[in-house]
């Protein structure tokens, strides 16, 4: 869905821009209304404008967020499953488990690989095996 989002995200950018302008040019051309006495110039106080923006001006601008929101879901990627059980499960299922850091932060394979591998510590349970290994061989060279 890849031209279809980006044409409703151009579309609404574009309406998006016109209503931002027309809302511009209709502030810019209707006065503010003073009023007829000196103001008291305290910070507190400011002018402002007692009209406000015309029915067709505020229903474009909401048409055109609607538009971009609708362009931005529909060019976004699926969704994954929120509990991990089934996401390690759909990813075991697809035996596309990917090793490398790049592709974990492309948002595919298991984020915790290296919290499970424990790269920085020893592997207590290999080193206990090669050492019963090394005891065998040992006792098979004593026994000749």
Do not use: C
């Not at 980006?6 to 051309?29: C, D, I, M, R």
């Not at 697809?94 to 290296?114: D, Q």
């Not at 206990?128 to 060279?141: I, N, P, Q, S, Y």
């Amino acid at each position: 869905m890849g031209f279809t989002s980006n044409l409703f995200n151009l579309v609404g950018l574009v309406l998006l821009g016109h209503a931002v302008y027309s809302a511009h040019e209709h502030s810019s051309q209707n006065p503010l209304h003073l009023p007829s006495s000196p103001p008291s110039f305290s910070p507190l106080t400011t002018p402002t404008s007692t009209t406000s923006l015309p029915t067709d001006i505020v229903l474009e601008t909401l048409f055109s967020v609607l538009l971009i929101s609708t362009g931005i879901v529909l060019g976004s990627s699926s969704l994954r499953p929120i509990q991990w059980s089934k996401w390690a499960g759909q990813l075991e299922r697809e035996e596309r488990v990917k090793k490398s850091v790049k592709e974990i932060r492309e948002g595919t394979g298991n984020p915790y690989r290296i919290l499970e591998e424990r790269p920085g510590f020893v592997d207590v349970r290999g080193k206990r095996k090669e050492f019963m290994e090394w005891v065998r061989k040992g006792d098979d060279l004593a026994a000749k």
